[in-house]
């Protein structure tokens, strides 16, 4: 059971590493495999301090989206945006490179790929 969840999380990661900025990501994480699922609305500051937030904000529509963290390790954190229910972005941001990859579900549309710069 732990083998399989090690080999599915090396994998993604690496997915997600050697990903360039033309290639899309596809959807393929399982519901399963969610892990503290944090259902709080984009008004609550509560994902307001995460580095990729205001970009994120940016490039969605000005609508109350849910966030629900999917992954956040050392190296990558993946975060569901939802309205009413429906999942409608997933954005992958890899920690030491700080980039940042916003993908629109519904025909799996990369609406951003770029390293974020500190501020």
Known sequence: MYLKMITFLAAAAIMTACASNGEQIPNSQPKAEVSDPLNVSSSDGQYASLPEYDTIMKH??????????????????????ELDGAEQYKTIFVKHTNRLKIIQLDGDKQLYNDILVSQ
Not at 71 to 77: A, I, L, Q, S
């Open 60 to 81: 969605l529509d000005e609508k109350d989206y849910s966030f629900n963290t999917v992954t956040d390790n050392e190296g990558t954190r993946i975060l569901l945006i």
